[in-house]
């Protein structure tokens, strides 16, 4: 039900050619401007792990990672402690994006897909400074063309739909390079799996390091709660959910004709209905919580961007809080 989409979406920001060049310029810009406050400082790595280097040990807190437990000092001071960690001075930072077709909708201020391609350039951003290396594998609908962003190496994989793997590199230009080709790819119509986008990340194995997931979660958490977990075992997991209003409850405008993307089904909505409203509205806070579950059971930090609210402030608190509990010595 929550994959219903108005018939009439708003205008994109991201475009092909020269607006597109210029939408990915600006959006570097805002990051930079607004998240170069929060990583002044010691070197502190990506969000949301401290990284995997051993530090010093302190006594547990309530909250603490359990497998980060020092069991010899805890031996011998008989008192819970846990070895801290810094981060690796090359991190690794792999995202899988998500540009499903769910993914071409919108009623806020921008297109789920901008909200995408924006958090996308952040978590670059982020990533590249201190020579850190970022690769992606984007996943949409159909099998189609691959797209063309410039991106040297870049290689199809093998599985539902269209997933393109674009290989982790450090530098500013080379991010930029992935930048472009996640905002050329095409979204088709038909359904792709996000078990199978986030699975890829974990072929082949790689050292610890970052994986982020930035897709609107609305397939069934089976199909993608266990390939998170794995992911899980061996990296920090960021899960980025992005949510467009309608998605989470109906307005009162009569008639509404709405179609699902994946499919093309099209369907009239008596939207006038108040226990209709009721019922949708429930459902998809269900949905939602559902959600939210299973990435916390998973063990990943959950951030959720709106297309009807500032996406960039959303991740500046996000960023804040993670650190702000680094300092206090918890992760989550």
Known sequence: MARAAAVTPPTRLPATGDRSEAVLARLQLMVTRKLDGLLQGD???LLPGPGSEAGESREYRPGDDVRRMDWPVTARTTTPHVR??????ELETWLAVDLSASLDFGTGRWLKRDV????ATALAHLTVRGGNRIGAVVGTGAPGAVPSGGWRDSSPVRGPGTLLRLPAR???KEAQGLLRAIAATEIRPGRSDLGVLVDTLNRPPRRRGVAVV???FLAPPQQWGRPIRKLRVRHDVLAIEVV???ELELPDVGVLPVVDPETGELHEVQTADPRLRRRYADAAAAQRA???T???TAGAAHLRLRTDRDWLLDMVRFVAAQRHARTRGTTR
């Open 43 to 45: 070197y502190a790595g």
């Open 84 to 89: 801290r960690t810094v981060a690796d001075r």
């Open 116 to 119: 995408v391609v924006a958090a």
């Open 170 to 172: 450090a530098g500013r």
């Open 214 to 216: 930035i897709s609107d």
């Open 244 to 246: 467009d209003p309608r």
């Open 290 to 292: 559902a959600i939210a």
């Open 294 to 296: 299973e990435l916390r």
